[in-house]
């Protein structure tokens, strides 16, 4: 009946989904930080450390700390005048009878 039609179909889709796969596995390239190995099959050199210390360490620490504790004093206020959280409510539940 009509599956030859069919077939010359999917045979096309097929090829052309083949020959678009080929010319985009050959614009790939592999960045330098990838490769592992020279073509002969040797290491290659281990990169460079930059070492920060203590200084690197403190310079990422504190700005840090200083953001996200000026970020929660913000949130705690807002959360305060729009009175979806008062701490003054939370301490009533404590009924000493």
Excluded: W
Excluded at 32 to 60: I, N, Q, W, Y
Aim: hydrophobic share 40%; net charge negative; charged share 25%.
């Amino acid at each position: 009946m009509h599956f030859p039609v069919v077939r010359a179909i999917r045979y096309a889709i097929l090829n052309k989904s083949h020959s678009l796969v080929k010319e985009a596995s050959q614009k790939i390239t592999v960045h330098k930080r990838f490769v592992t190995h020279t073509p002969s099959g040797g290491f290659c050199p281990e990169p460079d450390r930059t070492p920060f210390g203590l200084f690197g360490l403190v310079c990422a620490v504190v700005p840090g700390l200083l953001i996200g504790a000026t970020i929660s004093k913000y949130m705690a206020n807002f959360l305060e005048e729009n009175e979806l959280f008062v701490p003054s409510d939370d301490d009533d539940d404590d009924d000493d009878d």
